[in-house]
Every structure is written in C-alpha cells, then in structure tokens.
C-alpha cells in the first residue's frame, strides 16, 4: 500500500482564526494546533472518523486554547504547550522549550521559541514537510502585537525564521492578511517610508490575494518565499525600523 502523504486541514474558528488540523491519513490519526474552540473541531475529527494523537498548542491567548479542554474530554489525547506558560495553560501534559523535538506519528517538530507577542510563545517546525505553526508570530504582510516582550525580542524573532528554508509554508492563526495589505499599500505611499517591499510582487500578492478571498479561501498558508520580499516587518533591517512599523500599523 503506498502512503499518502499527510496533509493540514483549516478550520475557520471565530472571526479570523484557523485551527489546523494535520491528517495521516493511513492511520486515521490527527494533530490539532490551537483550538480556541472545540465544538467545529470535535465535529471535523468526528465526520472525518480522525483519532485526536495530540493537540500542540503555540501561546497561552484564549482564542488558541480555549476549546482545549472540551476537546480532550471528548478525544483524549496529551497536550503541549510552552514550558514559560505553565502557570498559564495548567491543563497541558508536556511543556515544551526551544530546541525540542517532539516526535508524533509521521511527523517530528522542533520547538521554536519566539517571543514577543507573548514572553513564553513557541512555534513548531515540521521540516520534513516544512511546514511551521507560528501561532500569532507572523502574519500575511504583518507580524503580531508586541503584548507581553519588547520591541528587540519580537524583532530577534522574526530574525530567526529568516533563517528557515524559503520553501517553508507558514501556517499562521489569523486571516489578517487584507488588512495587513491596506497596510502596505499605505506605507509604499509614504513620502519617507524606509521600507517598501519589491512593489511587482505585491502586486502580483495582491491580486492573487483578493481572488482568493472572493471565493472566501484561506491566504493561509503563507509562502515564506514570498513573505521575505513584500512582509515589510520581516525586510525591516534593524530594530528601530522594525518599532516604526509596528507602532505604525497600531495606530492604523
Ligand atoms: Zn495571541
């Protein structure tokens, strides 16, 4: 029998948020990232007759765990979450810190601590399939709020998956990407703006964008390859530059 090739399924949770469902499908078995809430997940895993194997989980926001607990109690199965949010998310069985690996069915991750949105959020890294689950880290055209770390530290952050292959696909929690291009476009329209993406491509991103958010399909994932010459904060050069933007889109 050959094997099908495990795959990521999105559910559309709340306003903007995905829960991502990663199916090995020869086994019947699946790993949920973040679930803010569980009743669309418990019903995806019920109707696609998915067994839970784990639940990875990237910060402690609840509109990325807050349909935990609901979720396990109707599919148990162990949960992990960032060793710094210990105090945060009590409910988890493994706590996980940069560096780690964690090895479930097909797929084997690496911790990625990133902090900055908040102190303790990690990212997990599949580089097999290379995929990464970034939680609020990054997103289409934007990074997340700096809530809980500083400016430096966010910045260092998104500094580390530069340093990924640019093949890597980004499964990222929020549909901002729209937003995140109005943005964009604003700041290529500054007369003293210090960054301005490669403006053919953001074109191209835009169009593409848009059609797809017409037929109401996700912008997520996100190529890396294609973040790294249009996401502003991931061209800004230094730290201020990178406090620029930031405080920019806040006050947008
Ligand atoms: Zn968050």
Same mark, same amino acid.
């Given at each position: 029998m050959t094997s099908i090739r495990p795959r990521v399924e999105l559910i559309p949770i709340f306003e903007d948020n995905y829960v991502f469902c990663l199916i090995d499908q020869d086994n019947q078995e699946v790993l949920v990232v973040?679930?803010?809430?569980a009743a669309k997940t418990s019903q995806f895993l019920k109707e696609n007759n998915l067994k839970l194997q784990g639940v990875l989980l990237t910060h402690h926001h609840n509109d990325h765990i807050g349909g935990v607990r609901a979720l396990i109690s109707e599919h148990p199965a162990p949960i992990y979450a960032p060793k710094k949010n210990k105090t945060q998310i009590i409910t988890a069985d493994s706590w996980v810190s940069d560096g780690e690996k964690i090895k479930l069915g097909p797929f084997e991750f690496e911790v990625l601590e990133l902090p900055g949105h908040t102190l303790g959020h990690v990212a997990y890294w599949e580089p097999k399939f290379k995929w /990464? #689950?970034?939680?609020?880290? /990054? #997103?289409?055209?934007g990074c997340g709020r700096i809530f809980e770390g500083t400016y430096e530290q966010a910045y260092d952050s998104i500094q580390r998956l530069?340093?990924?292959?640019?093949e890597t696909l980004v499964y990222c929690t929020h549909e901002y990407t729209e937003a995140n291009l109005t943005f964009c476009k604003m700041l290529s329209n500054l007369d003293n703006s210090p960054i301005t993406g490669d403006s053919e491509e953001l074109e191209m991103y835009a169009n593409q964008l848009l059609s797809r958010r017409e037929m109401n399909l996700p912008s997520v994932p996100l190529k890396l390859s294609v973040e790294l010459s249009v996401n502003p904060f991931l061209l800004a050069k230094s730290v201020a530059q990178f406090s620029y933007l930031r405080d920019l889109r806040n006050r947008q």
């Open positions: 973040d679930p803010g809430e /990464l #689950f970034s939680g609020d880290v /990054l #997103f289409g055209l530069k340093n990924l292959p640019s």
